[in-house]
């Protein structure tokens, strides 16, 4: 098992090398928007442009630009270059004052973790039960009613739902005063209101996710429960219910595990992007979206590839989860 | 008849049917047998001959939306068929257990093997955690599982075929059942891990005084346990009468292909090949009318579309079977060489 997670382990550190690579390649060799011009502002002239290109070291090989750039990622202490921050040193915002990028991401993150976490345990409990039903009274009119509501739900954009939510339900714009509005997330103070501000947010996140979820547990469920171990387990003389919620949750939950850690690594890399801002959440997303307006190559550069980071370490999670879950991946 | 006449199991009349999207399947059509205590039961059949959708009735296996099931289960002078889901939890793997073909995929993966034995002893009894732990043990040691102890912590893909099965055998043990239903128990097994578990199941049997029903489609494996045969052949029963008398008497047609299939080694073949039975075992949703093996059936008659009653036809009151064939000719019929039963190979073409 050890050996399994230390190979795991150097794995992805190479997997993240490689996408610094890739991201690197993107914003620095593929032709895009000089970052010198964007720093230097509108009526710049050539000779500060060219001041500011080299204090950035844009005139230096591609190579060493990369090793530089690799080196504030990954080493702890600055070694060679005197600026380099590390690690995690993904450079300085154009458009924040040359706030690094890191102060700014880690800025965000808690807001994000805060939506993504909440959304994630709602979507669970919703999606846990509702599949299970389904799938033990699979073709009844129950199954065919939540069935059918979920694909509406997978079908409503996120940024529609949200606003439908809004319009519905926030305090300031809605029909109904139910849920705080938005960007009172910014404005709570307390644990509890932040809570409170979250609500609609968490649901409106929730919602398709719920669904999907749904639909895969059920599936799930119906694959496992014609499993002969079901069978003995049954012949055994167990309750129905101990049948059901232990022996084949145990098994159908086990994949889903896996989809799971892959999709909150995605979200909390950015991809809760329409929701943050629909809602005006001060997240990663929100940052992102604001980024690519404004083209801040690198803080656009910084957030694409710590959310690659955060793929990659929840890929990893997830294998050793899986590992743990099912014995018999441990031995292979 | 019923529970008077000293049966541990008495199964009359069971029919089994699903209704599915392509029609109605009748599993079971009409099914009559007993198991006295301690005997064992063989049923033989092909796949699809309904001997484990009718085994898996008794356990109550095959309740479902889609399933129509009637007749009558007597456990011991009690319905099963009547009882509620909750009640015939109480049945199963209490005083009556089951194993299966495929010790596998029988066997939940992700719990360990102890934890799946000591969940079948507390299903059915207040017992502790160490006691459980301990019986379990002891049942593991009993099927002949070495090193127990070690064995008790491991999951089901760290055990071979046959410890597999041993393991489902105890797990099935645990509660002392007075019959133990063995669905296929060997079939997914090495030919020398088969005998090890054959002689296992018999000294079980002998030692704990159960009664059993052994399913197969393996004429072998009866002629090594059983007491009492049961062929069944497309839902029906077509034969059945004691061991001796099915494989010394064979008075069905698919009785006799049955045993001309099996692989002598004792005796030259005539004909250098093994034989088989033509066709294919027939549709559960369109059988054929009257006799079901009719169609692949060599001997067919003029009275083979009207269905034959299983009656005694042959002299012994235990030995009855399902052919309109006139019993002289059939002592004829059968006899392939001298002293090989068989079924002659149907020379015209299938339908």
Known sequence: ?332 | MSAAAGHLLEVQDLHVSFDTEDGVVKAVDGVSFAVERGKTLGIVGESGSGKSVANMTILGLTRAENAEISGRILFEGRDLIGLSDDELQGVRGNDIAMIFQDPLTSLHPFFKIGAQLVEAIQAHSQTGDDEARERSIELLRLVGIPDPERRFGEYPHEFSGGMRQRAMIAMALTNDPKLLIADEPTTALDVTIQAQILRLVERLQEELGMAMIIITHDLGVIAEVADDVVVMYGGRIVEQGTLEEIFYDPQHPYTWGLLGSLTRTDRPRRSGRLSQIAGQPPSLIAPPTGCHFRPRCPHEFSKCPKVPPLEARSGSATHLDRCWLEVEKRRTLRVLAEGEIGLEERVTGNP
């Open chain 1, 1 to 332: 098992m050890l050996r399994y997670i230390v190979r795991r382990l150097l794995w992805a550190l190479v997997m993240l090398v490689l996408v610094s690579a890739v991201v690197f390649a993107i914003f620095n060799i593929f032709p895009t928007a000089d970052p010198a011009t964007l720093r230097a502002g509108r009526s710049a002239s050539p000779d500060q442009i060219q001041i500011i290109r080299e204090s950035l070291g844009l005139d230096d090989p591609k190579l060493t630009q990369f090793g530089r750039y690799l080196e504030g990622v990954f080493t702890p202490i600055s070694s060679q270059a005197p600026d380099v921050d590390g690690p995690m040193d993904l450079g300085e915002s154009i458009f924040q004052n040359n706030t690094p990028v890191k102060e700014i991401i880690l800025d965000r993150l808690p807001a994000t973790i805060f939506l993504v976490t909440g959304a994630m345990i709602l979507w669970m409990l919703i999606a846990i039960p509702v599949g299970i039903i389904s799938a033990v009274r699979s073709r009844s009119l129950l199954d065919r009613t939540t069935m059918i509501t979920s694909l509406a739900f997978i079908s409503a954009p996120v940024f529609w739902l949200g606003l439908v939510a809004l319009y519905l339900f926030a305090s300031d714009v809605g029909v109904i005063h139910i849920f705080p509005g938005i960007g009172s997330y910014s404005e709570a103070t307390t644990f509890w209101g932040k809570v409170e501000s979250m609500l609609l947010p968490w649901m409106v996140l929730a919602a398709a996710t719920a669904a999907i979820y749904a639909r895969y547990v059920r599936s799930q469920m119906i694959e496992v429960m014609s499993e002969d171990y079901i069978r003995t387990a049954r012949a055994k003389g167990l309750s129905e219910r101990r049948v059901i919620l232990k022996h084949a949750l145990r098994s159908a939950l086990t994949p889903i595990v896996t989809l799971l850690g892959l999709d909150v690594g995605l979200l909390l890399a950015g991809n809760a992007i329409l929701t943050e801002t629909v809602f005006n959440i001060p997240g990663v997303g929100q940052e992102t979206a604001n980024a690519i307006g404004q083209s801040d190559l690198p803080l656009i550069q910084g957030i694409v590839l710590f959310g690659a980071f955060f793929i990659v370490i929840f890929n990893l999670f997830v294998d050793i989860l899986y590992a743990y879950l099912d014995p018999r991946v441990r031995y292979q």
